[in-house]
């Protein structure tokens, strides 16, 4: 008789564990993150229980929560209207909402990373899904690369006043590390935020994949 999908892998993980998992994950990058500001502001950085923990590991938490549970959604026949979890990135926008935050936003640009990655992450992971239009996934390529791009150069240029690219000798392994950090985090990012939209797999696919691996045993 062929096997049933009874089978302790990641195709069965529950919506808790995913959620749990997804929560971890996404308080670890905030966390990262926050770490990569730190170094970009140098001694300017300071650390409060609002700041860090509310407006930035929290987001994390709860964003990384709804991927989690987006993933989960897309590995068991999908939800209705689970597609919307895409736009948990945007959680990350909670500095704006403080009081005077939209407001130095519009008058100094201060608080601009609260847009920009929120908006890197939905049109990164877009960009790397299969799914809409080839068109508008390459818009959300190119507008996802160049931010990419623009991060990775203002991080490599943030150690002089004038955000100047390092030349010979400059190229020191702070620097490096500045970008490199810069450039994985935001990766990652994209990677998670494509999970709203993946091909949902339903149980007989799986099941499938089961009954030929008991199969391939037997043989």
């Known amino acids: ?47 409060d229980w609002v700041g860090t923990f509310v407006l930035i590991l929290l987001p994390g938490a709860l964003a990384g929560l709804l991927l989690g549970l987006a993933d989960y959604a897309r590995r068991t026949a999908g939800r209705p209207g689970w597609r919307w979890l895409a736009a948990a990135p945007l ?17 100094t640009g201060i608080g601009g990373g609260a847009v920009a990655v929120p908006l890197f992450g939905i049109l990164g992971g877009y960009a790397l899904s299969r799914r809409g239009p080839l068109w508008l996934r390459i818009v959300s390529g190119v507008i996802a690369l160049a931010y990419l791009v623009a991060g990775t150069l203002f991080a490599l240029g943030s150690f002089t006043s004038g955000f100047e690219l390092p030349v010979g000798a400059d190229w020191e392994p702070r620097r490096v590390w500045t970008g490199v950090t810069f450039l994985a985090l935001m990766i990652v990012f994209a990677v998670a935020c494509s999970l709203p939209h993946g091909r949902v797999v339903v149980r007989s696919q799986y099941r499938r994949s089961a009954d030929n691996g008991s199969t391939a045993s037997a043989a």
Do not use: K, N, Q, Y
């Open 1 to 47: 008789m062929p096997a049933t999908i009874d089978l302790p892998d990641w195709r069965t993980l529950g919506a808790f564990p995913s959620a749990a998992l997804g929560a971890v994950g996404g308080i670890a990058w905030a966390a990262s993150f926050r770490g990569w500001m730190a170094e970009i502001a140098g001694r300017g950085s300071e650390f």
């Open 91 to 107: 959680l990350f926008t909670a500095p704006l909402f403080v009081p005077g935050g939209f407001e130095a936003l519009v008058t």
